[in-house]
């Protein structure tokens, strides 16, 4: 049981990472569309 807070963090930061990266993409894509 010791592991599972560590595998929360590390789930947390991967969600937090993508939605970073999808944030990324859509501001290329507004800069591309102007």
């Not at 990324?24 to 507004?30: F, I, T, V």
């Amino acid at each position: 049981m010791a592991r599972l807070p560590r595998i929360t963090l590390e789930m947390e930061g991967l969600d937090e990472l993508i939605a970073a990266t999808e944030k990324a993409r859509g501001l290329l894509d507004e800069l591309r569309d102007t």
